[in-house]
């Protein structure tokens, strides 16, 4: 085994170009999910329109879904986002309880139980100790949360700010396809429509990329062969459907 090297003193901290607070985790979980909520938008409301310019060319009605699946679709991300947050927070929340109980029940058993899983990190039972009781002194809250919970109890989500963002996310989004759809003339708005909605799609694929630090290009195809489907399926089905209600 290689012997692990000691730094110098003035250089023990974090590296300046590098995020390292404590709610960076929370962070890129919430652009992701801004992210998505704008893929969402932009693919769902884009296979509407598609759908109903397959069956008619009548620029009203087009717009009329258009307009409906967007509000529809951004309303429901929002109630959506809300419930799942809220019910993640309710859970967090239960578990901070239970918890400071267990703290102030029994705080030298709670003390062997962060030691103990400090050791299962590698430490040794000593260090492991020593570091446990540190930190209880600082914060034994935080200490156990973060350890044994995985949770930050000073940045817990908000279900409001999650519902608002996916709302706000999605409808940004849609109006892509729902504008290029109704402000080009018939013989080219399919068209724009596609290709707006493919470079959208490169640019969503990307940043959900690399907000998680994962293979681009592969991102980016997938985006788009994706959106690409869900347009070229629901013209061709409001195609058959448009002639068989004619």
Known sequence: MSQIPTPQPDRIGPHADEPHERSIGGLLNRLRAAVLGANDGIVSVAGIVMGVAGATSHRDTIVVAGVAGLVAGALSMGAGEYVSVSTQRDTERALLDKERRELAEDPEDELA???????????????????????????????????????????????????????????????????????????????????????????TGYASAASGDAPRVRAVVRNIAGGLLAMVVTYLIGGLVGRGLG
Do not use: C, N
Request: aromatic share 6%.
């Open 113 to 203: 139980e962060l030691a103990g899983l400090y050791r299962d990190k590698g430490l040794t039972d000593a260090l492991a100790l020593e570091v446990a009781q540190q930190l209880t002194a600082h914060d034994a809250l935080a200490a156990h949360a973060e350890t044994e919970l995985g949770i930050d109890p000073d940045d817990l989500t908000s279900p409001w700010q999650a519902a608002l963002a996916s709302m706000v996310a999605f409808t940004l989004g849609a109006a892509l396809p729902l504008l290029t759809i109704t402000l080009f003339p018939p013989g080219v708005r399919v068209w724009v429509t596609v290709v707006a909605v493919a470079l959208a799609l490169a640019v």
